[in-house]
């Protein structure tokens, strides 16, 4: 466009008509253009918000496999949702049998060889939540979200929705859902390079209308189910001897906490998290008091990574679903106050 | 009274309760602690009988562990729902669970033929510990455990996770 109106310096009268021709063009095609990419974010975002709403509400019975590294593990899932409350059942169809039971607002995990439930306190479930949009928004300061088109998984055809990071601090996400429901069928988790590090899919799955509620009572019979313990001990941290100075982008704290630790019951751990709405990263400060560190350096359980070190004789373990650098840099970034209150 | 409490002991260590005489014998398990350290004491005495003992017993291993789980914060409620998304959902006891398991599956690990027994939260993690070469790490182990249970407990609570937290939950047990 420029180089053309270089070498016609004398039409002015035919310039102006094209330049006036081409704006207009412009002002025609550029909303095009940005009603699509709009299109495919806010369908994206209708999307994440009925997978969370079908995550709650829905009856469905069905297997996945679940790859995370070289491992390769099968669960069977039952899930009831609706009115009376969720409840949901995943037991482990290879190895030793493991169980996993969420009911009546608590967790009980279920191992092979002990026979007891535990029991956790109830809590109070958060109705569903009302300002989903509003916050999917906020979360889109750090991620983009997109379709990506279909695919069928487990016999069902799914939407593909990519949550990709928007710098390299975290990571990506992509999931499946089911194009009826928006339940998730598939789900993968992408680190910086692209690559899949862990992966969820359904190869089976048949929604109900209802759930025979014996299919929710665990196969490992309990021989008990502990009554729930008064727990005590954590407390909400207002001073601390720590601070980190400078966080990943995105990344805001929620929570600091101080809990004592069976090994070193004369210190309490302090407990820092940090969420961007989606990733989760903690860091957690121990005194060691002389005893060997847990952790020197990267390490990565899983799908985290995890950076340890050593201030002022404490254990520093920044921990979360996040990139390495991303766990270093906050690992870099925190300080200790010497003389401040610990305690 | 306490010979009734005895058998009763003795009928749950063997499974041979009725669902509600167990809740009963574990709430009083729960309260008292003498009454623990008798559960502890029978199941020594049972793996003493069964030629299953270690060279080393560590008694207080199993209050270390009870301690920790009373200890274990739920997630602080009053902070989530100003700060966090609202498809994070409160979870509070979750970490209860979840450590218990994830300390299991460390111990289970560094002594694969101990067995677990049920009782109080205390007797849950079992009695005796096996003071192998690899205790040392199992302990570090175990606390890094603690960490990661911290960690994906509040992980879990975001909605858009799905039922990932729960299956990252027994699935470690393959790799450790």
């Known amino acids: 466009m420029y180089v053309w109106l270089v070498t016609n310096p004398n039409a002015n009268g035919a310039m102006s008509f094209k330049i006036r021709y081409l704006a207009a063009l412009l002002l025609i095609l550029l909303p095009v253009e940005i009603t699509r990419a709009d299109a495919g974010r806010e369908e994206a975002k209708q999307w994440l918000e009925r997978m969370i709403q079908a995550a709650q509400s829905l009856n469905y019975e069905g297997t996945f496999v679940y790859v995370q590294g070289q491992n390769l593990d099968a669960m069977h899932i039952v899930h009831s949702g609706g009115q009376h409350g969720e409840r949901q059942l995943m037991s482990s169809l290879n190895g030793s049998m493991r169980e996993v039971l969420v009911a009546d607002n608590s967790v009980t995990c279920l191992l092979p060889k002990q026979k007891v439930a535990f029991s956790a306190s109830a809590y109070k479930r958060s109705p569903f939540p009302i300002s989903l949009p509003r916050e999917l928004s906020k979360l889109e300061e750090s991620y983009r979200f997109e379709m990506l088109g279909e695919d069928r998984i487990a016999g069902m055809e799914t939407r593909i929705i990519a949550i990709q990071p928007r710098d390299e601090w975290r990571f990506g996400y992509r999931l499946w859902l089911e194009r009826q429901t928006g339940l998730v069928l598939r789900s993968a988790l992408l680190n910086e390079k692209g690559d899949m590090i862990e992966q969820l899919m359904f190869t089976n799955v048949q929604l109900k209308p209802e759930i025979d509620m014996t299919l929710l009572t665990p196969s490992t019979t309990p021989a008990a189910t502990l009554p729930p313990e008064t727990k005590s001990g954590d407390e909400a941290v207002a001073k601390s001897a720590w601070s980190v100075a400078k966080l990943p982008a995105g990344f805001t704290q929620v929570m600091h906490n101080r809990f004592s630790a069976a090994s070193s019951s004369k210190h309490p751990t302090e407990h820092i998290v940090f969420t961007d709405s989606l990733a989760t990263i903690s860091v957690f400060l121990e005194v060691l008091d002389g005893t060997k560190p847990l952790l020197t350096g990267a390490s990565q359980i899983g799908a985290m990574n995890a950076f340890g070190l050593v201030i002022a004789d404490h254990q520093v373990v920044v921990v979360g679903e996040v990139p390495l650098a991303t766990v270093q840099m906050i690992a870099s970034a925190i300080q200790y106050a010497k003389g401040s209150a610990s305690k | ?176």
């Open chain 2, 1 to 176: 009274m306490a010979d009734k409490i005895g058998e009763q002991l003795s009928a749950l260590m063997d499974s041979e309760c009725e669902a509600v005489e167990v809740e009963l014998a574990l709430r009083r398990l729960a309260k008292d602690a003498d009454l623990r350290a008798r559960w502890q004491r029978y199941h020594l005495i049972s793996d003493a009988m069964k030629n299953n003992i270690p060279e080393m017993l560590d008694a207080d291993f199993a209050k270390r562990i009870s301690k920790k789980i009373a200890a274990d914060p739920p997630p602080l409620q009053t902070s989530l729902p100003h700060l966090l998304p609202s498809w994070y959902k409160p979870v509070t006891g979750f970490a209860l669970a979840a450590s218990v398991a994830l300390a299991l599956i460390g111990l289970r690990l560094s002594q694969p033929s101990a067995t677990l027994k049920p009782g109080t939260l205390a007797a849950v993690t079992t009695p005796i510990e096996r003071r192998t070469d690899a205790a040392a790490n199992s302990v570090l182990e175990s606390r890094l455990n603690s960490y990661l249970v911290n960690h994906n407990e509040y992980a879990s609570m975001n909605g858009v996770h799905g039922v990932l937290p729960y299956v990252r939950m027994v699935g470690y047990e393959s790799k450790r």
